[in-house]
């Protein structure tokens, strides 16, 4: 099974490899996200959770200076969130702080390392922990991912990104649970 | 002339004793080794007198060890990543129950049971917890949480609880919860206003355990040699690092004073006898007495503990005195076993009422008093026998000659006026000293235990700093909640605790710790399991309350079985928990022979607490400072009573020995003027005096009656009275050397004990060499 599916991808990548002829590479796009220098963008999230009729939604900023990811829920609470390192941090209204080591969650863990590579444009953390297939052309492109570590693969299926250029638009990230979250990219 | 022949053969006998002896003395050595020394707190530990005493000492030595680290020096990030990684250190050592930089996370086992128990256990519930209006409010919650990034976390757990229950239980669990949060830093980890990174270890090691405290500040310490970033440094606290301290403390001192003292005695006594091999007979006596001691105090009492082998070398080190005076006072042509047969009973007279002294301390309920009071009295006695039967054996034929010593009181005996003046000025001195201490009201008794600790007052300070910042409850004040069961003491616990919320929120109080917010009384539980609806009718608040909403109410039916499950479980009580269970800082109630005990530990500033709360029968407010101070005071005071007591003896002994009540008052009234004068001057120079200035009171006179007897055949003209000036000018020596030395030392008892000794020997010889020349007269 995992030889096939191991196949499967090493097939997609090389066909992924001649439809990006035209030179719109991986290492292409990771420089032209790096030149957008969008490390701030507005979001709205749906998040479908099988075990709910409708989707969730919530709309925010994300941004991520000096090392550090931000995740500001504006719509529908209030909610502020940072990741520094491995560590995402919560604050409450009552002053309780909740520390949660994300190596222990692949969600949050694979979401938290695509928004930092996709943020800065330094695609090498994303490598450690997914196989990256681009396809499209510079107008319009697509690039998944299918995570490699035991860990993620436990419960991720794929991470999507798409984009025009060097402009993130969606992120969409398959469980193999059936519940899936796109975030809608809204850049200036 | 003597022969030549004979002196070879004495000299080959003396070697060859003295080497039997040293031999000898190796053995009793290896036997002491086998001997259970004691290191921990227990030395203070009575067999307790009242409940308080009990309290007092199970809280000095059996509380569980925890670890306040402060991070200081760079800057914030490096400090963060160095907690980080000591974090990940600690949580490797077996010594290690919890370590945290930003909160506690209960471990799994205990967490599962708390989630699992959690509508009886934890925070009171609402009444209207099970309401329509309270679950539609916490779905409704519940699905924003879901859509936040903690929502991947929560999804699994959302349908077992909607309304929220498990975070209350999570945060109620966290030290400090009851007072002002512990600052923190940007990234949500512990940082005090001083810019210093945080943690707390929860040890699973009890705070008597040195040797496990001393591993986990070298993990501590490693932890940050192996950080990247040099120039940062930790700050370690906790009831178990100040008997690490303490005891490295002791070690490096006394080894630095003992070396000292030994080194200044012996170049004294080879500058005086030019011979090495006095040096090592000297040695013996006290030797033999320390060892038979050690092994005599240990069989009555099952161990020693180190400080009371301590004390009792410096007691035994009396002794020393023996083998002087044998060398010193022996007259021409006459042998070393005449010498010994003839000052036998003068020694024996001296040694008897040192005996006494000791021997009624050993009678004290204070442990540590009566150990020494045992060992020092078997030590003087096997010492005396040893000089009188053996030590003749191995002694060489040497004489002191001392030439400072002779010019002191070529001296003295050329100023008859410096004479008389010192004479009266000694006689004087004590009258002024109480004079003064009268009129400046100087206190004369020290009930402080914190001035016998051997914590600095720099540690004191950081301890007292880190649990500041931590919001840590200060250990010296707690409530203890009685019952003749556990679940009356729970009952009692929770309803002390309700009052306590009042008091905190007046402001009286910091905060507390007590178990009864987590594991609530039968009682408590049981309204709590009436407030749970049926399950059916459960069913249909759900479905009201999820009109709307994007989620089935069949999705909650993971709620409905923990629900059902915690209705049919019942109420849980202490007896009933599983063993594994820990809840940092807090214990459960513990069973002892007169019923059922627990604490609930108070946060700092701790003001006077309501009656309401300290005048119940069930609960008793217990200051450990206060208890601590009112043992010092007691035992001080049974001290005083043995030792009067002793001194009757002592005094009826030597009255029989000097055959008159007039020629024992003479013998005794140095030793009384020198207790008295030094006992006046502490005081006066704010000195207050506790036990151990009354352990070297015995000392004093037991060294005054000593130079007394033997300066009692002093003239100045005779042979025999210059031997015996030689010899007690020696023995002060000897003594007041090792004294001043230990007296150097920041160890308040040890500098107690080497001050008073050396001031009253010192007091002791001026008053023997100066009161004598009166009735004899120097031509």
Same mark, same amino acid.
């Given at each position: 099974?995992?030889?096939?599916?191991?196949?499967?991808?090493?097939?997609?990548?090389?066909?992924?490899?001649?439809?990006?002829?035209?030179?719109?590479?991986?290492?292409?796009?990771?420089?032209?996200?790096?030149?957008?220098?969008?490390?701030?963008?507005?979001?709205?999230?749906?998040?479908?959770?099988? @075990?709910?009729?409708?989707?969730?939604?919530?709309?925010?900023?994300?941004?991520?200076?000096?090392?550090?990811?931000?995740?500001?829920?504006?719509?529908?609470?209030?909610?502020?969130?940072?990741?520094?390192?491995?560590?995402?941090?919560?604050?409450?209204?009552?002053?309780?702080?909740?520390?949660?080591?994300?190596?222990?969650?692949?969600?949050?863990?694979?979401?938290?390392?695509?928004?930092?590579?996709?943020?800065?444009?330094?695609?090498?953390?994303?490598?450690?922990?997914?196989?990256?297939?681009?396809?499209?052309?510079?107008?319009?492109?697509?690039?998944?991912?299918?995570?490699?570590?035991?860990?993620?693969?436990?419960?991720?299926?794929?991470?999507?990104?798409?984009?025009?250029?060097?402009?993130?638009?969606?992120? %969409?990230?398959?469980?193999?649970?059936?519940?899936?979250?796109?975030?809608?990219?809204?850049?200036? | 002339?003597?022969?030549?022949?004979?002196?070879?053969?004495?000299?080959?006998? +003396?070697?060859?004793?003295?080497?039997?002896?040293?031999?000898?003395?190796?053995?009793?050595?290896?036997?002491?080794?086998?001997?259970?020394?004691?290191?921990?707190?227990t030395f203070f530990a009575p067999g307790a007198q009242t409940?308080r005493d009990?309290?007092l000492f199970? +809280?000095m030595?059996?509380?569980?060890?925890?670890?306040?680290?402060?991070?200081?020096?760079?800057?914030?990030?490096?400090?963060?990543?160095?907690?980080?990684?000591?974090?990940?250190?600690?949580?490797?050592?077996?010594?290690?129950?919890?370590?945290?930089?930003?909160?506690?996370?209960?471990?799994?086992?205990?967490?599962?049971?708390?989630?699992?128990?959690?509508?009886?256990?934890?925070?009171?519930?609402?009444?209207?917890?099970?309401?329509?209006?309270?679950?539609?409010?916490?779905? +409704?919650?519940?699905?924003?949480?879901?859509?936040?990034?903690?929502?991947?976390? @929560?999804?699994?757990?959302?349908?077992?609880?909607?309304?929220?229950?498990?975070?209350?239980?999570?945060?109620?669990?966290?030290?400090?919860?009851?007072?002002?949060?512990?600052?923190?830093?940007?990234?949500?980890?512990?940082?005090?206003?001083?810019?210093?990174?945080?943690?707390?270890?929860?040890?699973?090691?009890?705070?008597?355990?040195?040797?496990?405290?001393?591993?986990?500040?070298?993990?501590?310490?490693?932890?940050?040699?192996?950080?990247?970033?040099?120039?940062?440094?930790?700050?370690?606290?906790?009831?178990?690092?100040?008997?690490?301290?303490?005891?490295?403390?002791?070690?490096?001192?006394?080894?630095?004073?003992?070396?000292?003292?030994?080194?200044?005695?012996?170049?004294?006594?080879?500058?005086?006898?030019?011979?090495?091999?006095?040096?090592?007979?000297?040695?013996?006596?006290?030797?033999?007495?320390?060892?038979?001691?050690?092994?005599?105090?240990?069989?009555?009492?099952?161990?020693?503990?180190?400080v009371a082998?301590?004390f009792?070398?410096?007691?035994?080190?009396?002794?020393?005195?023996?083998?002087?005076?044998?060398?010193?006072?022996?007259?021409?042509?006459?042998?070393?076993?005449?010498?010994?047969?003839?000052?036998?009973?003068?020694?024996?007279?001296?040694?008897?009422?040192?005996?006494?002294?000791?021997?009624t301390l050993s009678q004290s309920s204070f442990p540590g008093l009566a150990q020494i009071g045992?060992?020092?009295?078997?030590?003087?006695?096997?010492?005396?026998?040893?000089?009188?039967?053996?030590?003749?054996?191995?002694?060489?034929?040497?004489?002191?000659?001392?030439?400072?010593?002779?010019?002191?009181?070529?001296?003295?005996?050329?100023?008859?006026?410096?004479?008389?003046?010192?004479?009266?000025?000694?006689?004087?001195?004590?009258?002024?000293?109480?004079?003064?201490?009268?009129?400046?009201?100087?206190?004369?008794w020290d009930n402080d235990i914190?001035n016998l600790?051997?914590?600095?007052?720099?540690?004191?300070?950081?301890?007292?700093?880190?649990?500041?910042?931590?919001?840590?409850?200060?250990? %010296?004040?707690?409530?203890?909640?009685?019952?003749?069961?556990?679940?009356?003491?729970?009952?009692?616990?929770?309803?002390?605790?309700?009052?306590?919320?009042?008091?905190?929120?007046?402001?009286?109080?910091?905060?507390?710790?007590?178990?009864?917010?987590?594991?609530?009384?039968?009682?408590?539980?049981?309204?709590?399991?009436?407030?749970?609806?049926?399950?059916?009718?459960?069913? +249909?608040?759900?479905?009201?309350?999820?009109?709307?909403?994007?989620?089935?109410?069949?999705?909650?039916?993971?709620?409905?079985?923990?629900?059902?499950?915690?209705?049919?479980?019942?109420?849980?009580?202490?007896?009933?928990?599983?063993?594994?269970?820990?809840?940092?800082?807090?214990?459960?109630?513990?069973?002892?022979?007169?019923?059922?005990?627990?604490?609930?530990?108070?946060?700092?500033?701790?003001?006077?607490?309501?009656?309401?709360?300290?005048?119940?029968?069930?609960?008793?407010?217990?200051?450990?400072?206060?208890i601590a101070s009112d043992v010092v005071a007691r035992y001080r005071n049974e001290g005083l009573r043995l030792m009067?007591?002793?001194?009757?003896?002592?005094?009826?002994?030597?009255?029989?020995?000097?055959?008159?009540?007039?020629?024992?008052?003479?013998?005794?009234?140095?030793?009384?003027?020198?207790?008295?004068?030094?006992?006046?001057?502490?005081?006066?120079?704010?000195?207050?005096l506790n036990l151990f200035h009354l352990l070297?009171?015995?000392?004093?006179?037991?060294?005054?009656?000593? @130079?007394?007897?033997?300066?009692?055949? @002093?003239?100045?003209?005779?042979?025999?009275?210059?031997?015996?000036?030689?010899?007690?000018?020696?023995?002060?020596?000897?003594?007041?050397?090792?004294?001043?030395?230990?007296?150097?030392?920041?160890?308040?008892l040890?500098?107690?004990?080497?001050?008073?000794?050396?001031?009253?020997?010192?007091?002791?010889?001026?008053?023997?060499?100066?009161?004598?020349?009166?009735?004899?007269?120097?031509?």
């Open positions: 099974m995992t030889f096939g599916r191991n196949a499967l991808i090493a097939v997609v990548i090389l066909w992924t490899s001649v439809a990006s002829a035209d030179d719109w590479t991986i290492d292409v796009l990771a420089t032209a996200l790096q030149k957008s220098d969008a490390h701030q963008v507005a979001f709205t999230e749906y998040r479908h959770i099988s @075990y709910l009729k409708a989707p969730l939604i919530s709309q925010g900023m994300m941004d991520f200076t000096d090392g550090v990811l931000r995740k500001d829920i504006i719509a529908p609470k209030s909610e502020h969130f940072e990741i520094r390192e491995n560590v995402l941090i919560h604050s409450d209204n009552d002053d309780n702080v909740t520390r949660i080591n994300i190596e222990d969650h692949p969600v949050v863990h694979s979401l938290v390392i695509t928004l930092r590579s996709v943020l800065s444009g330094r695609f090498a953390p994303l490598r450690d922990y997914f196989n990256l297939v681009l396809s499209g052309n510079r107008t319009d492109w697509e690039m998944v991912m299918y995570p490699h570590t035991e860990k993620l693969r436990a419960s991720l299926s794929a991470v999507t990104l798409r984009g025009i250029g060097g402009r993130l638009t969606e992120i %969409s990230i398959a469980e193999l649970n059936g519940d899936n979250t796109v975030i809608k990219v809204e850049n200036d | 002339m003597t022969d030549p022949k004979k002196c070879s053969t004495d000299g080959r006998i +003396q070697f060859f004793a003295l080497s039997i002896f040293v031999c000898v003395l190796i053995g009793l050595g290896l036997m002491a080794r086998n001997v259970d020394v004691a290191t921990d707190l409940e009990a309290i199970q +809280q030595s059996k509380t569980d060890g925890i670890a306040m680290v402060a991070i200081t020096g760079l800057n914030a990030p490096q400090q963060r990543k160095a907690s980080e990684s000591m974090i990940t250190l600690l949580q490797a050592m077996p010594e290690v129950t919890h370590a945290s930089n930003g909160g506690i996370d209960l471990d799994s086992k205990t967490y599962n049971f708390l989630v699992d128990h959690r509508y009886v256990l934890g925070p009171t519930m609402a009444a209207d917890a099970f309401s329509v209006s309270n679950i539609r409010a916490g779905i +409704q919650a519940g699905l924003a949480q879901l859509g936040g990034m903690s929502g991947y976390m @929560y999804r699994d757990i959302f349908p077992r609880d909607p309304t929220g229950r498990m975070l209350e239980m999570a945060h109620v669990t966290a030290p400090g919860n009851n007072t002002k949060k512990t600052a923190r830093d940007e990234a949500g980890l512990w940082r005090d206003a001083q810019g210093r990174h945080l943690l707390l270890v929860v040890l699973s090691i009890n705070s008597n355990d040195i040797a496990g405290h001393a591993r986990v500040l070298d993990t501590i310490n490693r932890s940050l040699e192996m950080s990247d970033a040099q120039g940062l440094s930790a700050v370690v606290s906790g009831p178990g690092f100040f008997a690490l301290n303490a005891s490295k403390r002791i070690r490096a001192e006394m080894k630095m004073l003992t070396l000292i003292a030994f080194g200044a005695v012996a170049l004294l006594l080879l500058s005086a006898f030019r011979s090495p091999s006095v040096l090592l007979a000297i040695g013996l006596p006290v030797g033999f007495g320390l060892l038979s001691g050690i092994l005599v105090t240990s069989w009555i009492f099952g161990n020693v503990h180190g082998i301590t009792g070398a410096v007691m035994v080190g009396v002794a020393v005195d023996y083998p002087i005076h044998l060398i010193s006072l022996r007259a021409d042509g006459e042998t070393k076993y005449g010498t010994a047969r003839r000052l036998f009973p003068t020694m024996a007279l001296g040694a008897a009422t040192t005996f006494v002294g000791f021997l045992t060992l020092s009295a078997v030590g003087v006695f096997v010492a005396l026998l040893f000089s009188r039967f053996l030590l003749p054996w191995c002694l060489p034929d040497r004489t002191v000659d001392f030439r400072i010593g002779r010019a002191f009181w070529n001296l003295l005996g050329a100023h008859a006026q410096v004479r008389r003046i010192g004479r009266w000025v000694l006689w004087g001195l004590p009258l002024v000293f109480i004079v003064i201490g009268t009129v400046t009201s100087a206190r004369i914190r600790s051997v914590a600095s007052k720099t540690q004191i300070h950081i301890d007292q700093d880190l649990r500041s910042a931590l919001r840590l409850p200060d250990v %010296s004040h707690f409530l203890v909640v009685r019952g003749d069961s556990s679940n009356d003491v729970m009952e009692a616990q929770w309803q002390v605790t309700q009052k306590l919320k009042q008091v905190q929120a007046q402001g009286a109080l910091g905060g507390y710790a007590s178990l009864s917010d987590i594991l609530p009384p039968p009682s408590a539980q049981r309204q709590r399991l009436e407030m749970i609806p049926d399950i059916d009718i459960l069913r +249909q608040t759900l479905a009201t309350a999820t009109a709307g909403l994007p989620i089935d109410p069949g999705v909650f039916q993971p709620f409905l079985d923990d629900v059902a499950r915690a209705k049919s479980s019942g109420v849980l009580e202490v007896e009933r928990l599983p063993q594994n269970i820990k809840i940092p800082m807090m214990t459960l109630p513990q069973r002892s022979d007169d019923g059922w005990s627990s604490i609930v530990y108070l946060i700092a500033p701790v003001a006077d607490l309501p009656a309401d709360v300290t005048n119940v029968d069930e609960v008793t407010f217990i200051n450990l400072r206060q009067g007591f002793g001194a009757f003896v002592g005094m009826v002994v030597m009255v029989f020995g000097r055959r008159g009540v007039g020629a024992a008052l003479k013998v005794l009234l140095t030793p009384m003027i020198a207790v008295a004068t030094t006992a006046a001057f502490l005081v006066v120079i704010g000195t207050p070297a009171f015995v000392l004093v006179v037991s060294i005054g009656v000593d @130079y007394e007897l033997f300066f009692a055949g @002093y003239r100045v003209d005779a042979m025999e009275g210059a031997h015996s000036y030689n010899s007690v000018m020696m023995c002060f020596l000897t003594t007041g050397l090792a004294f001043a030395v230990l007296g150097t030392s920041s160890l308040p040890l500098r107690a004990l080497g001050t008073t000794v050396a001031m009253g020997a010192t007091l002791s010889f001026l008053l023997t060499v100066l009161r004598f020349e009166r009735e004899s007269g120097p031509t």
